[in-house]
């Protein structure tokens, strides 16, 4: 599903023991691509504090529910890149870039 908020938007939600925010973070996926998106559901739902994901592979945004007292968006995003992915404004780390399939790379998906 599609959502509509801004990339650098997060709200939060409080509990009795936790904090959760949601951010949703534009990435540079290749749209519908079956590895970026499998990439995202082996490491996204891992990252430390993440609550919950979803992925919209029409937009390539990625809609993270986290708990605040262990990380924030900021780490959420630079973990997206050391996946090989841009993350809003912080750009893919290289190294991971260039070990992305070639359709992730956008280089053969035919899109």
Do not use: H, W
Request: glycine share 2%; proline share 5%.
């Amino acid at each position: 599903t599609a959502t509509t908020a801004k990339p650098a938007t997060a709200t939060t939600a409080q509990s009795k023991s936790s904090t959760y925010a949601t951010v949703t973070i534009q990435t540079n996926a290749s749209k519908n691509c079956k590895s970026c998106i499998n990439r995202f559901k082996e490491n996204v739902p891992f990252f430390k504090g993440v609550k919950e994901y979803t992925y919209d592979p029409a937009t390539v945004k990625l809609t993270v529910t986290y708990d605040t007292k262990k990380t924030t968006a900021d780490q959420i995003r630079k973990q997206i890149s050391d996946l090989g992915y841009d993350a809003d404004k912080v750009k893919a780390n290289p190294a991971a870039r260039a070990k992305l399939p070639a359709c992730c790379r956008k280089e053969s998906c035919g899109m």
